[in-house]
């Protein structure tokens, strides 16, 4: 399985910026598939999940500011940012997780986020 992250930059402190990823397969597939980040010195945490059957859920951090959706028939997932804070620069990568009871084992290559003042 290929996941292919694109879509980061730089960008403005307050200012949206989306993030798209793309599955070599059918991402009905997975039980899940999630948005990661990981900034300079720090572990890699996760930012969102969308599980198959459509339920959301998001870091505290990101609630109220991150969406995140997919377009099965582009075999894509996104993410879409919002308010972004300086806090928020990091290298994204999308993961996917195949059963529930499995962890995040297909990874993509990661897009890196910078969050100007």
């Known amino acids: 399985v290929q996941l292919q992250a694109s879509g980061g930059g730089l960008v403005q402190a307050g200012r949206s910026l989306k993030l798209s990823c793309v599955a070599s397969?059918?991402?009905?597939?997975?039980?899940?598939m999630g948005w990661f980040r990981q900034a300079p010195g720090k572990q890699r945490d996760l930012v969102a999940i969308?599980?198959?059957?459509?339920?959301?859920n998001y870091a505290d951090p990101v609630k109220g500011r991150f969406t995140i959706s997919r377009d099965r028939a582009k075999n894509t997932v996104y993410l879409q940012m919002g308010n972004l804070k300086l806090e928020d620069s990091a290298v994204y990568y999308c993961?996917?997780?195949?059963?529930?009871?499995?962890?995040?084992?297909?990874w993509g290559q990661g897009t890196l986020v910078t969050v100007s003042s």
């Open positions: 993961a996917a997780q195949p059963i529930l009871s499995s962890p995040f084992n297909y």
């Open positions: 969308i599980t198959r059957g459509g339920n959301t």
């Open positions: 397969r059918n991402i009905d597939d997975f039980n899940g």
